[in-house]
T-cell receptor
Framework: DSGVTQTPKHLITATGQRVTLRCSPR?????VYWYQQSLDQGLQFLIQ???????AKENILERFSAQQFPDLHSELNLSSLELGDSALYFC???????????FGAGTRLSVL | AQRVTQPEKLLSVFKGAPVELKCNYS??????LFWYVQYSRQRLQLLLR??SRESIKGFTADLNKGETSFHLKKPFAQEEDSAMYYC????????????FGIGTKLQVIP
């Protein structure tokens, strides 16, 4: 167990809805990363936070937003969901911004 | 922008045969290269990083800056090596994102 916890494990929702994915990093890790894994796109980086501040962002739609809270857990909010948003969303954490990333088990989102 | 290319989506080898998972990257600077592995129903985990120059589970990978490659190799494949393998690149210095390749599924046939 890497120590990174993601909830929920599975999420089934309808188009147009909004969902929140949650990530708790390993104890002591200050950086949190979000990735989207879909069949045709592989693993794509979305956003990185370090100690509450956004540090890097790419491939993230305007319908998506994220934040890292003072207790260092992070949430990824997906709104106005479309069928194409169905994917596995991974969270990873690292000690700083330069270190090895440890991955959570992922949240599987199915938009019907 | 940096890019990681894994040309094979699926690689099937027989048990005991050598394995080479290809990874090429495009970046003109000094990147850090990694191999991550995802076994069935398990989370993604780090297998190797080029700066460590170590062998994990019999796998090795050498960074070839001239060919911009970081191929993963193992002399004798085992059934438990069957998994998804992702090559990843991170720019050295600063808070840099990691760019992953699309992944190669390694299937070791008994």
């Amino acid at each position: 167990d890497s120590g990174v916890t993601q909830t929920p494990k599975h999420l089934i929702t309808a188009t147009g809805q909004r969902v929140t994915l949650r990530c708790s990093p390993r104890s002591g890790d200050l950086s949190v990363y979000w990735y989207q894994q879909s069949l045709d796109q592989g693993l794509q980086f979305l956003i990185q936070y370090y100690n509450g501040e956004e540090r890097a962002k790419e491939n993230i739609l305007e319908r998506f937003s994220a934040q890292q809270f003072p207790d260092l857990h992070s949430e990824l909010n997906l709104s106005s969901l479309e069928l194409g948003d169905s994917a596995l969303y991974f969270c990873a954490s690292s000690r700083g911004g330069l270190d090895i990333q440890y991955f959570g088990a992922g949240t599987r989102l199915s938009v019907l | 922008a940096q890019r990681v290319t894994q040309p094979e989506k699926l690689l099937s080898v027989f048990k005991g045969a050598p394995v080479e998972l290809k990874c090429n990257y495009s970046y003109s600077g000094s990147p850090e290269l990694f191999w991550y592995v995802q076994y069935s129903r398990q989370r993604l985990q780090l297998l190797l990083r080029h700066i460590s120059r170590e062998s994990i589970k019999g796998f090795t990978a050498d960074l070839n800056k001239g060919e911009t490659s970081f191929h993963l190799k193992k002399p004798f494949a085992q059934e438990e090596d069957s998994a998804m393998y992702y090559c990843a690149l991170k720019l050295s210095g600063g808070y840099q994102k990691v760019t992953f390749g699309i992944g190669t599924k390694l299937q070791v046939i008994p």
